[in-house]
């Protein structure tokens, strides 16, 4: 068999040139036997240069030997993931994240890789562990602002690192004044907060946006006390500023890639679900929802299980349960009842979710109609 007449199936090519991933089929050797768009664009290379290429050709850390190994440990349905610095044609690095399995096609082995970019992620870790690093630094030299509002007279006290943060001079302000910088989204929100600390003498802690003089925007955090003059009267409120404008955009930056995640899970032709750590389910794909013809909030947390027929229930909460203790891939076959009210047979595989600090996160499966074949 050449190289040529290994590729992705017909049935899977139009998803997989959709996807927002980079889809690779590779044989043991290494050989790129087949590749999608997204993989082309992100090297810099044709589909045609791609395929008369060995992944040692763009991947420094490939060894051959090892990929024989791999595939006599790696089970059928098993994955693994993989981090990686692929070098574009230009000599670039490209942080990846390589989901890899293997199978057989047409009885060849070959390796399937899908490999995401990460570059987003891994500014997003840099810029939370920046922002910690900087934060212990503040806090070991006393350098977090520090604003204290005498409720009396209506000034503020600002400390100079809360002068920098918020873009003003001058350590004495109007309460009123600083007020105004509050976005007014947030400004509401605000002051009921700080009624609330005032009446109550309870300790607070708001985030907030704010639009500094200069124009610019900023999120800051702010840890605030109440000090009292007597037992029943608050004479100031105190609170220590923090910046925490990189962790807000790097939480932007996470929610945006799940966002693309379940955007494509959406448009896949499975019907996909997702848990947590405590086995519930979370979140189900839009075809699941048109499958069962349930809204999201019904199916959520054990509402699915309705779905299921009652003598194929208690198998697949048990399969489920025994593999989900051990941390295991599985796949399970049971009765999904359809929204037109026919029970139809899925086969539903699951995998353990691990983040990129092999925590584990929960599972992520795909169900597939197998009625026909039955």
Known sequence: MSDAETHFPDPYRQLVEQAIDGFYLVDLDGRVLDVNRRA???????RDELLGMNVADFDDEYDQQKSHELWQTLGE??????????????????PVEIHLSRFCHDGRQVFLALCRDVTDRNLAQEALRQSEERLRLAVEATRMGVAQWNIQTNEVFCSDECLAIIGLSDNRQEFDDLLRLVHPDDRQRVLLE???ARESGRDFQIELKISR???ERRWVAILGRALRASKTRVTSLIG?????????QAEERIRRTEQRFRTMADHAPV????????RRCQWFNRPWLEFTGQPMRTLVGQGWQQCVHAEDLPE?????????????????EYRLRRHDGQDRWILDTGVPLYD???TFRGYLGSCVDITDRR
Do not use: N
């Open 40 to 46: 082309c664009d992100s090297l810099g290379y044709t």
């Open 213 to 215: 003089p200069d124009g």
């Open 194 to 196: 700080l009624d609330m």
């Open 77 to 94: 349905d098993q994955s693994i993931i993989i981090d990686r610095q692929h070098r574009r044609r230009d000599g670039s690095r490209l």
């Open 271 to 278: 019907l996909v679900w997702m848990a947590g750590e405590d």
């Open 316 to 332: 697949c909460l048990e399969t489920y349960r025994r593999h989900f203790a051990k941390r295991q891939p599985f796949r399970v």
């Open 356 to 358: 990129a600090e092999q």
């Open 240 to 248: 220590a500023i923090q910046d925490i404008t990189e962790r807000k």
